[in-house]
Each structure stands twice: as structure tokens, then as C-alpha cells.
């Protein structure tokens, strides 16, 4: 395995950065770590980068112990941390050469041509850059030396869409390559154009590992129907269909799936106006959940606006 956790586990005195976390990452996936801010996302990624000591529990990055034989780990990941920090009197292709000659992999060629791809001068004092451009120097020195293993914390804060795209190409080529992905991240869409499968994460606990597909399947969407003329509420008491309520001719509800359904039965009516809210990290919470049962639904709400 790329990544092998078991029961990892880190408290901070009486609060829990994690708490019995097992997984696997495999060879050659995108597997992204989803939560909110504050569930263990960036707790996990110190874990295995052996940059703090676990509680209990243990963590291994292909078959290396990630305490024990820490420095071998990190000559095989490619890290960018949620919380970057560069060295802010050099330029950007000093920090480059630099990391190059410290690695002796004659990357340059390739960290340019990352360079030119994220639109980064690299002339430039560090100190002197916006937010978004040391992120992308970030990127590129945890991608340059083309590592087995990439791990990243929140990869795309602070770029504008275009660079984001960019970014998922070249975390797509990195796949390709036969080369594993793991990322943090809280952005529902980003999670869905890039994994193969995907691990939520809540209040330092593991919820479910899912393949994408099934975690779209999870996903609700928010729905409001505005009829031209008055219509019999219960056109809407479908199976899927929960939250329903009507204001006048318009009604309002989560949907959990079956969008065709709901389609024909507003279809025998003249609909004046349709609104869908694409589906957000809340919904994805709350509808696993309501599922499994694990948490009531006010805690849940509570755990994703954390």
C-alpha cells in the first residue's frame, strides 16, 4: 500500500486530533480527505509525515514506518502543508535550485515547466508574493522530484479558477504516471473532478471511505418549484423527495437522488420557475448521517460548520 493507517490516533491533552483512524491509500490513486476545517484533515497529514507522534496507533507510506524511519518517508512524498512556510529572501528559482541540489534530481526543466504552467514568476523575492503565488511555489516543490507519493493540504487556497484547473491537470498526469495522490481538502467539487475515492472525516473520527460514485450517490440537492397555478401538494410526496414545503405555489425540499422522478410529476404541471442549489460538504454530512445513524441531525449540522 501507498499509505497504511491503523488506529492512529493523536490527542492534544484533552482534545482529539484524531481518534482510531485506519485506512489505505493504494498505488496510483487520487484519494482525497474530505472534511471541514477543524476535523483532523491536517492532524492526519503531520501524522504521517512523521512530524508529530502519534498517541497510539501506527502509519506506514509504503511499507516505511512513518516514526521510525521518518527520514526514508520523506525522500519518497512530495509535501505541501496547509500552513507554507518559504523562505522569504529568496526568489523563487533560488528556493527551486536550492531544493534541487539538496535532492540531487535534477528537476529544474520540470519545476520550470510547472512554473510556466501555474503562471509563476520565479525572479521574484518569495517574501514579496501574494498568498496565491507561494502557494504555487508550494506546489511545485512538492511536485518536482517527482515522488511516488504526493501529499497535499488544501492544495488549491488561494488560486483563481483557471490556476485550479491547471492544477487538477497536472495532478491528473500525475495519476497517470502511475504515481499516488493523497489531499486534503474541503471543496466538494474539487473532491469529485479528481478522486478515485475519497474518506470523510468528522470530529477526528473516520466516517466512511467511499469511491466517488458512491459518494455522489450520498450527495442531496436542494430543490424549489414554483407552479404557474395552484397544484395538489402531494404531486411532491415522492420517496426521495424530504423537507417538503410549500409557500403558496412554490415548494421547497431535498432531494436525495431520483431527479427523474421528480421531473415527471412536475412535468403534468405549468411550472413557472425551477431553482436546484448545487450540493454542498453539508449536504454530503448530513445525508451520510441520516443513513448510518451515527450522530443526530443537530450535531451533524454542528460538525459541518466546523
Known amino acids: 500500500m501507498a499509505i497504511e493507517a491503523r488506529c492512529l490516533t493523536k490527542h492534544y491533552g484533552k482534545a482529539v486530533g484524531v481518534q482510531d483512524l485506519s485506512l489505505e491509500v493504494k498505488p496510483g490513486e487520487i ?4 472534511g471541514p476545517n477543524g476535523a ?10 512523521g512530524l508529530i507522534r502519534p498517541t497510539r496507533g501506527s502509519a506506514r507510506i509504503f511499507g ?19 500552513e507554507l512556510s518559504l523562505y522569504g529572501g529568496l526568489t523563487g528559482n533560488q528556493l527551486l535550485v536550492h531544493l534541487d541540489g539538496v535532492r540531487g ?4 526543466s520540470y519545476a520550470r515547466g510547472l512554473a510556466e504552467r501555474l503562471s509563476i514568476e520565479l525572479d521574484r523575492p518569495i517574501r514579496t508574493l501574494s498568498h496565491g503565488s507561494k502557494q504555487k511555489i508550494g506546489l ?17 487556497t488561494g488560486l483563481d479558477p483557471l490556476v485550479q484547473q491547471e492544477v487538477y491537470s497536472i495532478l491528473d498526469e500525475v495519476r497517470e504516471d502511475g504515481r499516488t495522490v493523497f489531499f486534503s481538502s474541503h471543496i466538494l467539487p474539487e473532491v469529485e473532478r479528481l478522486c478515485d475515492r475519497v474518506a470523510i472525516i468528522g470530529r477526528g473520527q473516520l466516517l466512511v471511505v467511499e469511491n466517488i460514485e458512491d459518494l455522489r450517490q450520498r450527495s442531496t ?3 424549489e418549484v414554483t407552479f404557474a397555478e395552484p397544484v395538489p401538494p402531494q404531486v411532491l410526496e415522492l420517496p426521495d423527495v424530504s423537507a417538503l414545503e410549500w409557500s403558496g405555489k412554490t415548494a421547497r425540499f431535498v432531494l436525495r437522488s431520483n431527479v427523474d422522478a421528480v421531473i415527471k410529476a412536475i412535468s403534468h404541471y405549468p411550472v413557472a420557475d425551477l431553482r436546484v442549489w448545487e450540493k454542498t460538504l453539508e449536504d454530503v454530512f448530513l445525508s451520510y448521517y441520516e443513513e448510518v445513524g451515527d450522530a443526530p441531525a443537530d450535531d451533524s449540522r ?4 466546523r
Open 31 to 34: 484519494f482525497g480527505f474530505l
Open 40 to 49: 483532523g484533515k491536517t492532524t492526519t497529514i503531520r501524522l504521517l509525515m
Open 105 to 108: 534530481n535534477r528537476s529544474l
Open 302 to 305: 454542528q460538525v459541518a460548520a
Open 64 to 82: 516505511l514506518d512513518c516514526q521510525r524511519e521518518a527520514v526514508a518517508v520523506k525522500r519518497m512524498v512530495g509535501n505541501l502543508p496547509g
Open 221 to 223: 440537492r436542494r430543490m
Open 140 to 156: 511545485i516543490q512538492a511536485l518536482m522530484h517527482r515522488p511516488p507519493l504526493v501529499i497535499l493540504d488544501e492544495p488549491t
